[in-house]
């Protein structure tokens, strides 16, 4: 098919009419699903990991009427307690496969220095270490405060330090691998419980003796959103590519058409005004000019007005002078042929 019969069958209405109307339908349908994410993003839980800590404590005291030999309290009287038994317990859910502890009770001997604190001797008194069992394990320690109290006023004298404080630690840490729902995790908790000693009140008390922490693990999960254009269905990434290339296609012809039915470009445009209509009478000699460039740079070096007539399918820009005719023929358009 050649370029006159394409541009005859597109140029008919109903031809342009259908190609703009299916742009438009198409490029609706890009623009809508280009806005959308291709994708559906979803977070599943695909498991629970929890682990705890606990210091219990329990206090064997001098003979009293009172609490008997061995109690279990929030508070207890100083000038009772003879010694602790503390029983550190840890266990993890689901159990860590693989992992290990360290427990270690410790005396600090320090001073306050405006807001902060100088700690002046540091005496470890229990220290354990271990690996888990089935995700677990216990550990038991006995405290004598009697040779504890012993040892800090000995401490106090030795520094020569009136102020000297003291405070003793419970620290665990425990480190594992283990899997929930399929993941493997590496889990890491730490646990600190300071036996405090209240001159004031003349009491012992432990803080923080419970520690829970506990995690959800999540997975994201994408799955690809479904469209549907003019019936026809699929993922959405198919979809916005589709409609897009199908609305460049029904532009194609459109933008073909104004191409082809563009008017032509009139190379004789910077001359026109000086044209009269009218073919030349008898001439001795014809040259023929071979562009509309030609035809120009006569009329410039001859400066005489240039003729334009039909003779048969040609166009013909002459200019005469002393006889001669300087000529440029180009054929008529094909409209002017049909109308001819």
């Keep these: 098919m050649n370029k006159k019969s394409v541009a005859k069958f597109i140029g008919r209405k109903e031809v342009l009419g259908v190609f703009l109307i299916l742009f438009m339908v198409f490029a609706f349908y890009s623009v809508k699903l280009m806005s959308a994410s291709p994708y559906v993003v979803t977070t599943q839980r695909v498991g629970t990991y929890s682990e705890e800590g606990t210091l219990k404590h329990e206090a064997y005291l001098e003979p009293n009427d009172l609490y008997g030999y061995r109690v279990t309290m929030d508070e207890y009287p100083i000038p009772l307690v003879d010694r602790f038994l503390l029983i550190y317990d840890y266990r993890s859910s689901p159990p860590l496969k693989e992992g290990s502890y360290h427990i270690l009770v410790k005396a600090e001997y320090y001073v306050n220095k405006g807001s902060d604190e100088v700690v002046?001797?540091?005496?470890?008194?229990?220290?354990?270490?271990?690996?888990?069992?089935?995700?677990?394990?216990?550990?038991?320690?006995?405290?004598?405060?009697?040779?504890?109290?012993?040892?800090?006023?000995?401490?106090?004298?030795?520094?020569?330090?009136?102020?000297?404080?003291?405070?003793?630690?419970?620290?665990?840490?425990?480190?594992?691998?283990?899997?929930?729902?399929?993941?493997?995790?590496?889990?890491?908790?730490?646990?600190?419980?300071?036996?405090?000693?209240?001159?004031?009140?003349?009491?012992?008390?432990?803080?923080?003796?419970?520690?829970?922490?506990?995690?959800?693990?999540?997975?994201?999960?994408?799955?690809?959103?479904?469209?549907?254009?003019?019936?026809?269905?699929?993922?959405?990434?198919?979809?916005?590519?589709?409609?897009?290339?199908?609305?460049?296609?029904?532009?194609?012809?459109?933008?073909?058409?104004?191409?082809?039915?563009?008017?032509?470009?009139?190379?004789?445009?910077?001359?026109?005004?000086?044209?009269?209509?009218?073919?030349?009478?008898?001439?001795?000699?014809?040259?023929?000019?071979?562009?509309?460039?030609?035809?120009?740079?006569?009329?410039?070096?001859?400066?005489?007005?240039?003729?334009?007539?039909?003779?048969?399918?040609?166009?013909?820009y002459a200019i005469i002078d002393d006889g001669v005719s300087y000529e440029y023929r180009k054929p008529l358009p094909e409209k002017e042929k049909e109308a001819s």
């Design 120 to 316: 002046l001797w540091e005496e470890v008194l229990f220290d354990e270490r271990g690996n888990l069992t089935g995700g677990a394990f216990t550990s038991e320690y006995v405290l004598d405060m009697k040779d504890f109290s012993n040892t800090s006023n000995r401490i106090t004298s030795e520094l020569g330090v009136r102020r000297l404080k003291n405070r003793i630690t419970i620290e665990a840490t425990v480190t594992g691998t283990g899997t929930v729902g399929d993941r493997k995790i590496t889990e890491s908790f730490d646990h600190s419980v300071e036996l405090i000693r209240d001159p004031t009140a003349e009491l012992y008390y432990f803080t923080d003796t419970s520690k829970v922490e506990k995690r959800a693990l999540t997975e994201t999960l994408r799955t690809e959103k479904e469209a549907s254009v003019l019936g026809f269905s699929g993922n959405l990434g198919t979809a916005q590519t589709a409609s897009t290339v199908l609305a460049a296609l029904m532009l194609i012809p459109l933008l073909g058409y104004v191409y082809i039915s563009r008017k032509p470009k009139d190379e004789l445009a910077g001359i026109r005004e000086y044209m009269v209509k009218g073919a030349p009478g008898t001439v001795e000699k014809v040259v023929t000019l071979k562009t509309p460039k030609d035809l120009e740079t006569t009329f410039e070096l001859i400066d005489r007005p240039i003729l334009h007539y039909r003779e048969g399918d040609e166009e013909v």
